[in-house]
């Protein structure tokens, strides 16, 4: 089956990712998503949540008719259309999958569990995707008699706006399965940049550049050399724009002039040995060496307290501003319009 064809899409766990994921498929006019989670108040929840990702903003349907839900219009017309299904089981959101995908939680026990259910309901030519953070298909897969069908495509949060899809299959996976996926998110039209990683490695490579990233500013607030929002305002106007249109390896190659990268490591690679050697470790379990997690958390609530609905609003729309920034075409004339 060719990956640009209408896709009948079945989601599991409809949290943050989950619902941002329904709004992403949705926005291809020809798919039908089936939604299940247990939450008891899921319908709800779908009425509520699912149109703030789809672009409808709350308080701007409220002026209209303050006395309405501002998610009914969108949402209603999308289940009495058939393009939204919202399912009370398992079996029901599966029967008709030509893919599954599960944003449940970061559990081993939990996956292994739920993809040998979806396994006995599924149609064997479904494609079996999970959006996990870090946990790998491999791993995830034990349960299942057939372990060529599932793989890893982790988003970035919020995905309905975020470019990276990370593909990561089991070492068994079929080939035609990950061409698939990297196919369907690959569509002309599409705004997602779908990279496949070549081997397992937890928390893949993304998560994995944020967690040492995390892991020094953490250390260097500790050691007092900073504090939590200045830490910030040096990575906003410094790294932050640079790799944003460059990513990290292109900045460099630029930044050894003629030389390129080779002369960068060059020049500075006795200082880069230096500031290696001296990275911090902290631990982020248990008991011990974990003292700093207080203070990190008090500087970064007083510096930015409890998110607002508006704050979220104002930081996607942020964002969407910086793909669309990322994706134009500049001359020696400018930008092009």
Same mark, same amino acid.
């Given at each position: 089956m060719s990956a640009s064809r209408p896709q009948r899409i079945a989601?599991?766990?409809?949290?943050?990712?989950? !619902?941002?994921?329904?709004?992403?498929?949705?926005?291809?006019?020809?798919?039908?998503?089936?939604?299940?989670?247990?939450r008891p108040d899921f319908e709800d929840y779908i009425f509520k949540m699912l149109p703030n990702y789809m672009g409808q903003i709350p308080s701007l349907s409220s002026k209209q008719n303050p006395d309405a839900r501002p998610s009914t219009s969108l949402v209603t017309s999308l289940v009495s259309s058939g393009r939204l299904r919202i399912h009370s089981t *398992? $079996?029901?959101?599966?029967?008709?999958?030509?893919?599954?995908? #599960?944003?449940?939680? #970061?559990?081993?026990?939990?996956?292994?569990?739920?993809?040998?259910?979806?396994?006995?309901?599924?149609?064997p030519s479904a494609h079996l995707w999970t959006s996990t953070s870090g946990i790998a298909a491999s791993t995830q897969q034990l349960q299942m008699r057939n372990k060529t069908r599932l793989l890893v495509v982790h988003p970035f949060n919020p995905p309905n706006i975020m470019p990276l899809l990370e593909i990561v299959p089991a070492r068994g996976t079929s080939p035609e399965r990950v061409e698939f996926a990297r196919e369907y998110f690959s !569509?002309?039209?599409?705004?997602?940049?779908?990279?496949? !990683?070549?081997? $397992?490695?937890?928390?893949?490579?993304?998560?994995?550049?944020?967690?040492? *990233?995390?892991? $020094?500013?953490?250390?260097?607030v500790k050691e007092d050399v900073v504090d939590a929002?200045?830490?910030?305002?040096?990575?906003?106007?410094?790294?932050?724009?640079?790799?944003?249109?460059?990513?990290?390896?292109?900045?460099?190659q630029q930044g050894g002039g003629e030389g390129g990268i080779r002369a960068f490591l060059e020049k500075l690679g006795e200082t880069m040995q230096n500031v290696w050697d001296g990275q911090g470790r902290v631990n982020v379990l248990g008991d011990e060496g974990t003292e700093w997690k207080e203070k990190v958390i008090a500087q970064v609530d007083e510096?930015?307290?409890?998110?607002?609905?508006?704050?979220?609003? #104002?930081?996607?729309?942020?964002?969407?501003?910086?793909?669309? !920034?990322?994706?134009?075409?500049?001359?020696p004339e400018g930008p092009e319009v």
């Amino acid at each position: 089956m060719s990956a640009s064809r209408p896709q009948r899409i079945a989601l599991i766990g409809l949290g943050t990712i989950g !619902i941002s994921m329904a709004a992403l498929h949705l926005s291809r006019d020809s798919n039908i998503v089936d939604v299940f989670d247990t939450r008891p108040d899921f319908e709800d929840y779908i009425f509520k949540m699912l149109p703030n990702y789809m672009g409808q903003i709350p308080s701007l349907s409220s002026k209209q008719n303050p006395d309405a839900r501002p998610s009914t219009s969108l949402v209603t017309s999308l289940v009495s259309s058939g393009r939204l299904r919202i399912h009370s089981t *398992l $079996e029901s959101a599966c029967a008709s999958a030509t893919i599954i995908q #599960e944003q449940g939680p #970061e559990n081993v026990d939990w996956k292994q569990s739920i993809w040998a259910q979806v396994e006995a309901v599924a149609p064997p030519s479904a494609h079996l995707w999970t959006s996990t953070s870090g946990i790998a298909a491999s791993t995830q897969q034990l349960q299942m008699r057939n372990k060529t069908r599932l793989l890893v495509v982790h988003p970035f949060n919020p995905p309905n706006i975020m470019p990276l899809l990370e593909i990561v299959p089991a070492r068994g996976t079929s080939p035609e399965r990950v061409e698939f996926a990297r196919e369907y998110f690959s !569509i002309s039209g599409s705004k997602h940049r779908p990279v496949v !990683i070549r081997k $397992e490695i937890p928390g893949f490579v993304g998560n994995r550049l944020a967690f040492a *990233l995390l892991r $020094e500013a953490c250390y260097l607030v500790k050691e007092d050399v900073v504090d939590a929002k200045d830490l910030d305002t040096i990575l906003m106007a410094s790294l932050g724009p640079r790799w944003a249109g460059n990513g990290v390896f292109e900045s460099y190659q630029q930044g050894g002039g003629e030389g390129g990268i080779r002369a960068f490591l060059e020049k500075l690679g006795e200082t880069m040995q230096n500031v290696w050697d001296g990275q911090g470790r902290v631990n982020v379990l248990g008991d011990e060496g974990t003292e700093w997690k207080e203070k990190v958390i008090a500087q970064v609530d007083e510096a930015y307290g409890t998110l607002s609905a508006e704050q979220i609003q #104002e930081k996607e729309a942020r964002l969407k501003d910086f793909v669309r !920034i990322q994706t134009k075409k500049y001359t020696p004339e400018g930008p092009e319009v």
